[in-house]
T-cell receptor, first 117, second 110 residues
Framework: GAVVSQHPSRVICKSGTSVKIECRSL??????MFWYRQFPKQSLMLMAT?????????EQGVEKDKFLINHASLTLSTLTVTSAHPEDSSFYIC?????????????FGPGTRLTVT | GQQVMQIPQYQHVQEGEDFTTYCNSS?????IQWYKQRPGGHPVFLIQ?????EVKKQKRLTFQFGEAKKNSSLHITATQTTDVGTYFC??????????FGQGTRLTINP
């Protein structure tokens, strides 16, 4: 089956620093990827849609200057959390769909657990 | 996008008992998807329902889509410890985006 990878799986950073998370589609090309955030025991909240070759589209309430998304190739999207603060500590998960397939299931990466101290 | 309401939030059962989670929308859904997330893991796609009144089975799992396409359910018969996790329904918001329900966290007493 399709595989989406994420790196790193865990990261601890100090408040005020930036962290980059990579999301890769391993055996298919993804023109669109999605970034979610999940707080403990809560649901997944869509943060933004990453579009290859164009700007990301952000959901309401998500600061685009804080969560920088770059979709530089058909297999790689990156999320950079800038000037991270403890309240940004969360589980960040990316996903992608295989173009042209039905059902339109999303394949999720294993997630990145960010802890900001 | 419109939220999908999912109940219950938590369910604890004895191994062998049945389990059901419900997903409700105030608006008609084009389709509904179900995902399972194991503790510490990521969501994994289970199924998509598209047709009004549709019923699909996967071994001990039965998925239903309401006649009005505003609600859906997932029923697990005779739960096993491997069924532990959080079950999410998700609606298609358009532009390939999914909106997830709050999830039902299933724990099982062996």
């Amino acid at each position: 089956g399709a595989v989406v990878s994420q790196h790193p799986s865990r990261v601890i950073c100090k408040s005020g620093t930036s962290v980059k998370i990579e999301c890769r589609s391993l055996d298919f090309q993804a023109t669109t990827m999605f970034w979610y955030r999940q707080f403990p025991k809560q649901s997944l909240m869509l943060m933004a849609t990453s579009n290859e070759g164009s700007k990301a589209t952000y959901e309401q309430g998500v600061e685009k200057d804080k969560f920088l998304i770059n979709h530089a190739s058909l297999t790689l999207s990156t999320l950079t959390v800038t000037s991270a603060h403890p309240e940004d500590s969360s589980f960040y998960i990316c996903s992608a769909r295989i173009p042209g397939t039905d059902p339109y299931e999303q394949y999720f990466g294993p997630g990145t657990r960010l802890t900001v101290t | 996008g419109q939220q999908v309401m999912q109940i219950p939030q938590y369910q604890h059962v004895q191994e062998g008992e049945d389990f059901t989670t419900y997903c409700n929308s105030s608006t008609t859904l084009s389709n509904i998807q179900w995902y399972k997330q194991r503790p510490g893991g990521h969501p994994v796609f289970l199924i998509q329902l598209v047709k009004s009144g549709e019923v699909k089975k996967q071994k001990r799992l039965t998925f239903q889509f309401g006649e009005a396409k505003k609600n859906s359910s997932l029923h697990i018969t005779a739960t096993q410890t491997t069924d532990v996790g959080t079950y999410f329904c998700a609606r298609d918001q358009g532009a390939q985006k999914l909106v997830f329900g709050q999830g039902t966290r299933l724990t099982i007493n062996p």
